[in-house]
């Protein structure tokens, strides 16, 4: 077990690097640097020689090369392709080790969920960043990450009860903390996807005022079809308006969920003390880059942070779910 463990923790670390990485390939507008899939322009790399440039442009006139960007969008690839091979490597290794207690069920799970990540890879690239595929791409990257965090959790030796158990308030609160982070996720995702990340540029109000004019029917029009270019958006600016708005909505409303469970579990003492630090640290860090980013409109390195710390506040509630839903209670 102690292999399946050393290769799961691997696995989780090259899965952050991904989503970290995946991010900052969008956020550098490098999301469609290679136009087909799965290669480049036909090639397994970028094209550089003179006469496969001059190829490369001719069949896609429309998306002439661009090796800076190409090159990201393939060391991606080449990455995530990695992490799906380690994944594999999982599953085929936990029914060697069954007897040894490995997890039967899940790693075939992250196998399923890998092949589908891939999917949604390609119709990034066929659908042209369509913000749906693109933001699910991204809960897909994030899923996998937690999942892959959940069974290295799961594989730890046994240490017993090291706390006072929790209320059954408290552990509803953990799970809605979980859940209330997974849909701040979706409106991050979704107002990156949607080019609205500056949409309202002052703070704390949104073009001066408070409650700004919106168009939601617009803004969250999931589906619109295909052989539309998503590239730099295609929203009007009360959509994006709207899209960035509700974000700032949905981080003050998962600040108040996060406090209020952080500081329950502070008083809980034990080792949730150290959940509860855990919990509203990320959260402190993500609240500061988030307005950091708007303060000083959009860096590239910080809004990829912004990425970052969003990972880092989802595994500290997965951590924190698995110590409430994984031992047991009087």
């Not at 594989?155 to 209320?167: E, N, V």
């Not at 307005?291 to 390195?301: E, T």
Request: aromatic letters at 10%; glycine letters at 10%.
């Amino acid at each position: 077990m102690s292999t399946f463990r050393r290769l799961n923790l691997l696995t989780i670390a090259l899965c952050f690097v991904v989503i970290v990485f995946g991010a900052y390939v969008r956020l550098s507008d490098a999301g469609l640097g290679c136009p087909d899939w799965p290669g480049c322009y036909g090639h397994l790399g970028v094209p550089s020689s003179d006469q496969h440039v001059a190829e490369a442009n001719a069949a896609y006139p429309e998306r002439p090369v661009e090796a800076h960007k190409g090159w990201k969008e393939m060391i991606h690839r080449y990455i995530a392709s990695t992490l799906g091979l380690l994944i594999v490597a999982l599953a085929l290794l936990s029914l060697r080790l069954r007897g040894q207690g490995a997890p039967k069920v899940l790693p075939w799970v992250l196998v399923g969920l890998v092949i589908f990540q891939g999917v949604l890879g390609m119709w990034t690239v066929t659908w042209q960043l369509k913000p749906l595929v693109v933001t699910g791409h991204l809960l897909g990257g994030l899923t996998t990450l937690s999942l892959l965090a959940w069974m290295w959790l799961s594989s730890r030796p046994s240490r017993g009860q090291a706390g006072p158990p929790l209320p059954g308030w408290l552990r509803k609160l953990a799970a809605l903390g979980l859940v209330a982070v997974a849909v701040q996720i979706f409106l991050g995702g979704w107002t990156s996807t949607n080019y609205a990340a500056l949409a309202c540029p002052d703070l704390p109000t949104c073009h001066g005022r408070w409650l700004p004019e919106t168009d939601y029917r617009e803004a969250y029009t999931l589906w619109r079809g295909l052989g539309i270019n998503y590239e730099y958006g295609v929203l009007d600016n009360r959509a994006r308006v709207t899209i960035h708005f509700t974000h700032r909505l949905g981080a003050i409303l998962l600040s108040l969920i996060l406090v209020s469970l952080a500081l329950a579990l502070i008083r809980r003492g034990g080792h949730w003390y150290r959940y509860g630090h855990a919990v509203i640290g990320a959260l402190a860090l993500q609240v500061l880059i988030g307005l950091s980013v708007v303060h000083w409109q959009l860096p590239l390195l910080l809004a990829d942070a912004h990425n970052a710390g969003a990972a880092v506040l989802l595994l500290s509630l997965v951590a924190l779910n698995h110590a409430v839903f994984g031992r047991r209670h009087d």
